[in-house]
């Protein structure tokens, strides 16, 4: 798990955020303001405001089941509990029947979340794969798409298992979103080859934008959904702590090197 927070992160940080830089550079030559940061903060922010709002949907469907099935003396008690469960448990936002319970549920909506923020990702690489001429350079960044995508869906499916998804619908359809991406992009770039140019201000403003929005997004989940919970956990040892550390140094390392060709 802390392997895929590093992976996450990486993407995030070294890998969009950067290409948001530089695309919003082009499209925006005349001024310095730095855009990318702005549109990523946002997107975290907006993150926020969205888990926030989540918990509290959460809260007042569980009042309301709790109320139809207790009388009313229950109910004060029950009231009681909540709250106190509201300010200090963020375990869970929602009850569905795809997942249980315990804490799952928060973990599905970030897996949702991280897809989305990956899927964003995923179509700006695959239409910049489809409109690239082949050659040797095609052949070293689609090697390197490969490997960047194969990290992302380690780091997706460590999301989705922790979520405990007991619906297969629910799997299966975000593992066609994940798969399905990339490729249309490619398909997208195929048929614009001719038309596109990746440096132009559309292009290059659309770019930036999803990218930026697509790194906020993932530097919000991994750390502050993700590697908050894993550290702060009062159960760990010592010693799997540590190798917490190594294993998140790893998963960002490796992640971050792949940025050296795509």
């Known amino acids: 798990k802390t392997?895929?927070?590093?992976?996450?992160?990486?993407?995030?940080?070294?890998?969009?955020?950067?290409?948001?830089?530089h695309a919003l550079a082009i499209a925006l030559p005349n001024t310095t303001y730095p855009f990318a940061g702005l549109?990523?903060?946002?997107?975290?922010?907006?993150?926020?405001?969205?888990?926030?709002?989540l918990e509290q949907l959460k809260a007042k469907y569980t009042s309301h089941v709790k109320i139809s099935h207790n009388d009313s003396s229950s109910d004060i008690e029950i009231s009681n509990q909540h709250h106190h469960h509201h300010c200090h448990d963020m375990g869970s936002l929602y009850t569905s029947p795809g997942f249980d319970t315990s804490g799952s549920s928060r973990k599905y909506v970030i897996a949702i979340i991280l897809e989305f923020g990956?899927?964003?990702?995923?179509?700006i690489i695959g239409l910049a794969?489809?409109?690239m001429?082949?050659?040797?350079?095609?052949?070293?960044?689609l090697i390197a798409i490969t490997i960047h995508q194969m990290f992302e869906g380690f780091a997706l499916g460590a999301t989705?298992?922790?979520?405990?998804?007991?619906?297969?619908?629910?799997?299966?359809?975000?593992?066609?979103?994940?798969?399905a991406t990339t490729p249309i992009g490619i398909f997208i770039g195929i048929l614009v080859a001719s038309?596109?140019?990746?440096?132009?201000?559309?292009?290059?403003?659309?770019?930036?934008?999803?990218?930026?929005?697509?790194?906020?997004?993932?530097?919000y989940m991994a750390l502050v959904n993700l590697m908050s919970e894993y550290f702060n956990n009062c159960d760990v040892s010592k010693t799997t702590k540590f190798f917490m550390y190594v294993t998140i140094l790893i998963g960002f390392g490796m992640m971050s090197a792949i940025a050296i060709w795509s």
Request: proline share 3%.
């Open 195 to 219: 038309s596109y140019h990746p440096e132009s201000y559309t292009a290059s403003l659309t770019q930036g934008i999803l990218d930026a929005v697509s790194a906020g997004i993932l530097i």
């Open 39 to 53: 549109i990523a903060g946002i997107s975290c922010i907006l993150i926020l405001m969205l888990d926030q709002l």
């Open 133 to 141: 001429p082949y050659g040797s350079e095609f052949v070293a960044f």
């Open 160 to 179: 989705l298992v922790e979520a405990n998804i007991k619906n297969l619908t629910h799997i299966i359809m975000m593992m066609v979103i994940f798969c």
């Open 3 to 21: 392997f895929a927070t590093g992976v996450i992160l990486s993407t995030g940080i070294v890998h969009m955020f950067p290409d948001a830089t």
């Open 118 to 123: 990956i899927a964003l990702h995923s179509v």
């Open 129 to 131: 794969l489809g409109v």
